[in-house]
């Protein structure tokens, strides 16, 4: 059984940084790949950043070079380093993984398995 659980949202002003973390268990022989992907109300999601499990990384153009997405699976956590934030990144954000047959990359909608999220928000 798949089970992802974030946590470390909540309130910055614009500038600031956070960390989200994502706990997970039954992902390690199952995926190619995690994600943190955010949503905000009346809005599409958006994947964010990708790490395959070989530690290769992709971001979208809206937080390259500002967020960084690391996986430590020894202890069966991702991370999301969020810095230099803005109001427009005001999101819930999910941590995902896939269902191990293939990398959905930025394809939001074929994350098979998907956390709670956690709230991000950011004054100006």
């Known amino acids: 059984q798949v089970q992802l659980a974030e946590s470390g949202g909540g309130s910055v002003q614009a500038g600031g940084s956070l960390r989200l973390s994502c706990s997970f268990s039954?992902?390690?022989?199952?995926?190619?790949?995690m994600a943190w992907i955010r949503q905000v109300p009346g809005k599409g999601r958006e994947v964010a950043a990708v790490?395959?499990?070989?530690?290769?990384?992709a971001y979208s153009n809206s937080v390259k070079g500002r967020f960084t997405i690391s996986l430590d699976n020894a202890k069966n956590t991702l991370h999301f380093q969020l810095n230099s934030l803005n109001p427009e990144d005001t999101a819930t954000y999910y941590c995902?993984?896939?269902?191990?047959?293939?990398?959905?990359?930025?394809?939001?909608?074929?994350?098979?398995?998907w956390g709670q999220g956690t709230q991000v928000t950011v004054s100006s």
């Open positions: 039954g992902v390690k022989y199952r995926s190619r790949c």
């Open positions: 995902a993984a896939d269902g191990g047959d293939w990398c959905p990359g930025f394809n939001s909608a074929s994350y098979k398995y």
């Open positions: 790490i395959w499990t070989g530690g290769s990384t």
